[in-house]
RNA sequence: GUCCCCAUCGUCUAGUGGCCCAGGACGCCGGCCCUUCAAGCCGGCAACAGGGGUUCGAAUCCCCUUGGGGACGCCA
């Protein structure tokens, strides 16, 4: 029976938390769940000039919105004492020296190290080629290959999960722990996600941090599953929950060659859990996102009732990839505001259709407030044009133009059921009056 | 420049020597449905980077070339 893993997160907070990062915490976190390990989050900020207590709280935030959860919390600056101790050694046993105020650690030459990577297999160094390394800045700080193997040694680290670009400091952090006598964890290098154009993601790149996405109205659950989806497989699947990402989850099936990140992919995914999921939690996570992006006032968005947000999203989500997207559709339904579609009113809303629209209105009105269903409604209006001998389709987008201002949108009795009676009446008579204004135009 | 990693449709990937003249998904194109826009359904286009080996047989193994990425800090 092996040992319960232990694995870590380990960011530096000197910005937000960004994609690459998350699908990194994303595969450790999977590996500790899959394996009831555990999943630790250590912050790497030894580099007290650059880091930030900001950046710390938005990657907890970060991390917490996607719904990964760690079991321990660690700061390295809160560590000192343990690389102090630890670099004294390497000093005494004349494994390192001073020189200019700073501690170097003396790489043994000649010599060879090889990482025995579980994704990558073995990849050999020559010490030849590996340079002295600070471990002890002149300010008494310490610094990352260092601190990091002592680190992941002090906790009991059993798996280092990271990206590829970590994979060159290997066989330094390998040296520290030889020199230390401190026992090796595993170590699995994770393909690169690059951007479009196909470099390492960074701000010059568009949107890269996860908040960024979230403000952009991506789900959490659509970015998760876009996320284990770059580098880790599972036959022809695509969509995953968590729980399924948990129980599927191998670094065997884990692949080596870095991944694009693709957004129109991200997109597809988003308007799957929009189509998916419950309309009162997503109808919630819109209430939120109205408050954050400033669409509404908070007091506005408190005061909308949760089954109409339920039913934006019910209307909604088939026409839309993310929570920007649906809000803008849904505007009408939130607020009584219109916005007219220049082109549709000068389309729609034309003198011919005004007896029509007229008769219809008369028609509506004449209906009981608990007859706007949008079955009810549809048979009472295919009634009234059969009588009139008209076609629903000739009425209809006039119809949409006076209840929503624009040319798309859900269905027209569904649309009626959601605004009620008496908004509906009130719009149509407004639609009226526009086609009146235009002929007097 | 040096070192390291990588290489299947535009993108994410399946494939672990014969089941592959290569499968799925996104995107794209066309059709159906239809009160609009979507959604949905059906169909289509599209790849094993190149060259050498190994083998009865290579997308799968080896070598070279080319291409891409990353690292070369008292950053992480």
Redesign the pocket.
Known sequence: MKMAPRVRF???P?GALHVGGARTALFNWLFARHHGGTFILRI?D??RS?STEESIEEIKAALRWLGLDWDEYYRETERFPLYQEAAERLLAQGKAYER???WWFRVPRPGTTVVHDLL??D???DHG?IKD??IR???GSF???FACAVDDADLGITHVIRA??????TPRQILVYQALELEMPEFAHL??V?SKE???LSKRHGATSVFEYRDRGILPEALINFLV???W?C??R?IFSKEEMVALFDL??V??????F?E??L??LN?HYL?AGDPERLGELLREFLMRQGIVSEEEAEAIPKAKLAKAIELFR??SETLVELAEKARFILSDRLEYDPKGVERFLTPEKGPLLEGLLEELAGLDESEFTAPRL?EATRAYLARAGHQ??EI??TC?VALTGK???????ETMEVLEKAEVLTRLRRGLELIRQGQGA
């Open positions: 380990a960011p530096s000197t790497e030894t580099d650059r200019e105020g700073a990558l297999g990849v050999a160094y080629l390394f600070v800045r002149s300010d610094t990352y290959n590829n670009e970590h994979l060159n400091n393909p690169m690059l196909r470099t390492k989806r770059l580098g497989s036959g022809d695509e065997k099936d692949n080596v060659s870095a991944a694009v693709d129109e992919k997109l597809w308007q189509k088939e026409r549809e629903l389709k209809a987008q949409r040319t798309e949108g859900p269905g027209l009795f």
